[in-house]
């Protein structure tokens, strides 16, 4: 019996043998007249556009990609919770009615020793906050508790160094309760002499909040808390809580990084040192903001300058990936000089977690410059030392690093 043809239907091809892949019939395809991403009539009068569409979201996704820097390290608080989870405690803020010039440590000091001396002359009477604010600036803190609990009830101040020595154990065994119990008292106080320690006292709230620690974990009570010590940007209230509210809106679970500029912006206006390597570093990868090569290079060096150690690992790889190789190992190596992180962050008031990452990247870099003698003289057993010191100080980092260099990116 003789087989009936199928006659093809408007718009198609001839029915031709089967084939793996694109349909050779289809308008655009393979063996098609018609080139391909022109526009096909449809039965209904439509047009076909499904090429140009997809050629269309894939330049529209390449422009949105981010440049991420080869050794994997982004923002403060942009990798996990746990990064910058150990924050530390907002400092005694300055008493108003005290002279602003009289705030210094030093000066604190010489004026608890003054007191002291004209109170064994029988010229003084006693002034526990102060020996007590003495002892605690020199370490001596069992003798500071001492002190402070003598009137707790009566000065706020006492009250304040008291819920930070509990809270992170400072001359007593930890209680993160009894250091919880005194900020909300300073917190929800009417008295004139509590209002300067409001912001501080949120803040530290906030990280107990956050870290769980006192209280319930709750990361939306910790953003409220801090958002009330950040006080909109005042700089008399919490530069700490500004700066933190920048790592916190950096973090995966709240990501937002134009409020993350916002705040970082705020507390480096405010004379916060981290929040000054982190601006650099939003500029430089367009994170938040528009990318600005020039103004994150002006915010990495003022924060090199000022002993931001994250900023010099960022401003080394800067210079190092642009082939300004003299300029990233004579960096390197001031950034690598010091070796006690947590003296570091003392000092700077930086977190100790991107302080060793800092140093892990600039270590690298001048590994490799010793390594392949760019910008300084060859030394392969002195640059193995320093590819060790990067795995020592961050683990992450120099894998990241070592993978851009094995694929020959760096």
Not at 47 to 53: A, E, I
Not at 278 to 286: E, K
């Amino acid at each position: 019996m003789q087989q009936r043809r199928v006659p093809a239907r408007a718009g198609q091809g001839r029915p031709g043998p089967r084939h793996s892949g694109r349909d050779r019939s289809r308008p655009g395809g393979a063996g098609s007249s018609a080139p391909a991403g022109a526009a096909a009539a449809l039965p209904c009068g439509r047009t076909r556009t499904r090429t140009r569409t997809r050629t269309r979201t894939r330049t529209r996704t390449a422009r949105q990609v981010r440049p991420e820097p080869p050794s994997g390290a982004g923002l403060p608080g942009e990798v996990s919770r746990r990064c910058w989870m150990a924050l530390r405690s907002e400092r005694l803020p300055p008493d108003p009615a005290v002279p602003a010039e009289n705030h210094s440590h030093v000066r604190l000091l010489a004026k608890a020793e003054e007191s002291l001396l004209r109170r064994e002359a029988g010229e003084d009477f006693p002034a526990p906050f102060l020996d007590g604010q003495r002892y605690y600036e020199q370490g001596l803190y069992e003798e500071a508790l001492k002190q402070f609990e003598k009137i707790k009830d009566t000065d706020f101040q006492a009250m304040y160094q008291l819920g930070v020595m509990y809270y992170d154990g400072l001359g007593t065994k930890k209680d993160p309760e009894k250091g919880v119990e005194y900020m909300n008292k300073i917190l929800s106080s009417d008295s004139p002499e509590a209002s300067h320690l409001k912001f501080a006292a949120a803040y530290n709230l906030g990280r107990a909040y956050y870290e769980g620690c006192g209280v319930k974990h709750s990361t939306e009570e910790a953003e409220r808390l801090w958002l009330t010590a950040a006080d909109h940007g005042n700089p008399k209230a919490s530069v700490k809580a500004q700066s933190t509210l920048g790592m916190l809106y950096s973090m995966p679970i709240l990501k937002d990084l134009k409020k993350a500029f916002f705040w970082h912006s705020k507390a480096c206006d405010n004379g916060n040192l981290e929040s000054q390597g982190a601006l650099g570093i939003m500029y430089l990868y367009g994170q938040g903001i528009r990318r600005n090569t020039k103004a994150a290079l002006e915010h990495l060096r003022k924060a090199t300058q000022l002993g931001n150690i994250y900023a010099q690992g960022h401003l080394v790889e800067y210079y190092y990936t642009r082939k300004f190789y003299s300029k990233a190992a004579a960096l390197a190596k001031r950034a690598t000089k010091n070796d006690d992180i947590n003296k570091q962050a003392k000092i700077s008031d930086c977190h100790p977690t991107y302080i060793a990452k800092g140093a892990a990247m600039a270590a690298f870099y001048l590994a490799r410059c010793l390594q392949l003698g760019r910008g300084i003289e060859k030394d392969q057993n002195v640059a193995e030392k320093y590819y060790s010191k990067a795995c020592y100080l961050d683990p992450a980092v120099a894998s990241h690093l070592q993978l851009a260099a094995n694929l020959g990116t760096i």
